[in-house]
């Protein structure tokens, strides 16, 4: 009898530890969700530049031209940057110009292939392969596609920009539009391309590996400018008559 109620408190005892694990496998379990939750919350409210939510690879777009610009194959960035600094050094630097540097590389390629061609049989080579280019209609389709949709948003920022709607944005595109005037008028066209394409090629993949410091820094900056243009709005912008259309409209 005494074994049978010692195994009978040794099987009680045992059932009950095995109901405070389960215990505190939940509790643990719920308090780490509760953690996980707490750490999204928190990391969705670290300032980011520009307020942007996601990933800078995304921000550019996804796809090969983000891949190209975050340089995640080192051979093809570095051969679309040294292919652009080349197209500069040869329209910038020697001065070449665009139909006549096309005009000289066509008479080059086509009495190279000409002569290929009709020296393959006595040189006993193969004749050279041309391939055939055929653009496909579906490319051009999702091209013109997605041009239209760019210009025409494009156009939706400029109406509502012309609407004066938002000062900050008229403030900003003028701001904007002067020191483009004032780049225009110590580089040209070809040097601007070239600097904003290396730009392309630099200041993303840089970003990308030391954002965490240049929002906190971006943050700090930000703050500054929203306190200085607050005081510059009290002191001009908010003594600047509006206009009485708008209160007519809301009537």
């Known amino acids: 009898m005494a074994e049978h109620e010692g195994q009978r408190e040794s099987a009680a005892e045992s059932l009950v530890d095995k109901i405070t694990e389960k215990i ?45 610009f975050l340089w995640r194959n080192t051979k093809i960035s570095a051969g679309v940057l040294g292919g652009a600094t080349t197209v500069w050094v040869l329209f910038e630097l020697l001065e ?15 009495a190279v292939l000409f002569l290929w061609s009709n020296t393959s049989n006595f040189l006993n080579i193969p004749p050279p392969k041309i391939p055939e280019v055929v653009l ?59 600097i904003s394409f290396v730009l392309l090629h630099t200041v993303p993949v840089l970003y990308e590996k030391h954002e965490d410091q240049v929002d906190a820094y971006s943050e700090k900056a930000w703050i500054e400018i929203k306190k200085q243009y607050a005081v510059f709005d009290e002191k001009y912008l908010s003594k600047i008559p509006k206009g009485a259309l708008k209160g007519e409209k809301k009537d």
């Open 136 to 194: 496909p209609e579906q490319c051009v389709r999702e091209v013109a596609s997605m041009l239209r949709i760019e210009i025409n948003r494009g156009f939706s920022v400029l109406r509502d920009i012309a609407s004066g709607r938002d000062l900050k944005k008229v403030l900003a595109v003028i701001a904007g539009l002067w020191v483009l005037s004032l780049i225009g008028s110590c580089i040209n066209i070809l040097t601007l391309l070239y």
């Open 96 to 110: 070449y110009h665009l139909i006549t540097l096309v005009c000289y590389l066509s008479i080059l390629s086509l």
């Open 24 to 68: 505190s496998g939940h509790d643990s379990s719920s308090s780490s969700d509760s953690d996980n939750e707490k750490f999204d919350a928190v990391k969705s409210k670290i300032f980011r530049l520009f307020g942007r939510e996601k990933p800078v690879h995304k921000v550019l777009g996804g796809g090969k031209p983000a891949d190209v």
